[in-house]
T-cell receptor
Framework: NAGVTQTPKFQVLKTGQSMTLQCAQDMNHNSMYWYRQDPGMGLRLIYYSASEGTTDKGEVPNGYNVSRLNKREFSLRLESAAPSQTSVYFC???????????FGPGTRLTVL | DQQVKQNSPSLSVQEGRISILNCDYTNSMFDYFLWYKKYPAEGPTFLISISSIKDKNEDGRFTVFLNKSAKHLSLHIVPSQPGDSAVYFCAASVLYNNNDMRFGAGTRLTVKP
């Protein structure tokens, strides 16, 4: 079992460019999440999907969109990247809302 | 608003001694508390959790204590080992609810041989 996988591992964008971060899990979990981690701050929730077919905003959703493609995959899209979106992005999944989450290795994104 | 706070950014202890990491929360609705461990260039990994109906949960060298009246929890690692050196995040949630898991900023633990 691979657990939670994320691609790419690293990405550099110019301001205004768009990109999609991919996430997949093979644990048959219902819930999936996207977080960002910035220096000196904890993980902040961007969007989550309680189950296939549903998505909801988290604490910091502005500038992002998500798609729950199927039970396994949950993607995060930046339509027009800004330097403030420079961060490390983590995808996670959990069997139940609010229960322990399993994280991917992260994507380090730099926006110039 | 920071609903979960870890006031110590770093902690250094000697191998074999006890490590105590602290966490405070403000939202009285939280009923499930977790600790995650994170090594550099990896995602956080779940370590231990505690429900609000308990005040202590043990798993090997790791024990989490919950003081609901003080809205405080702590993670004890005994004995500490060099491999425990990592960043530890405290998190709190409302179990089974729409997602309300909040994370602290983390405490970097260094265990010296």
């Amino acid at each position: 079992n691979a657990g939670v996988t994320q691609t790419p591992k690293f990405q550099v964008l110019k301001t205004g460019q768009s990109m999609t971060l991919q996430c997949a899990q093979d644990m048959n979990h219902n819930s999936m999440y996207w977080y960002r981690q910035d220096p000196g701050m904890g993980l902040r929730l961007i969007y989550y999907s309680a189950s296939e077919g549903t998505t909801d905003k988290g604490e910091v959703p502005n500038g992002y969109n998500v798609s729950r493609l199927n039970k396994r995959e949950f993607s995060l899209r930046l339509e027009s990247a800004a330097p403030s979106q420079t961060s490390v992005y983590f995808c996670a999944s959990s069997p139940l809302l609010g229960s322990e989450q399993f994280f991917g290795p992260g994507t380090r994104l730099t926006v110039l | 608003d920071q609903q979960v706070k870890q006031n110590s950014p770093s902690l250094s202890v000697q191998e074999g001694r006890i490590s105590i990491l602290n966490c405070d929360y403000t939202n009285s609705m939280f009923d499930y508390f977790l600790w995650y461990k994170k090594y550099p260039a990896e995602g956080p990994t779940f370590l231990i959790s505690i429900s609000s109906i308990k005040d202590k949960n043990e798993d090997g060298r790791f024990t989490v204590f919950l003081n609901k009246s003080a809205k405080h929890l702590s993670l004890h690692i005994v004995p500490s080992q060099p491999g425990d050196s990592a960043v530890y995040f405290c998190a709190a949630s409302v179990l089974y609810n729409n997602n309300d898991m909040r994370f602290g900023a983390g405490t970097r633990l260094t265990v010296k041989p």
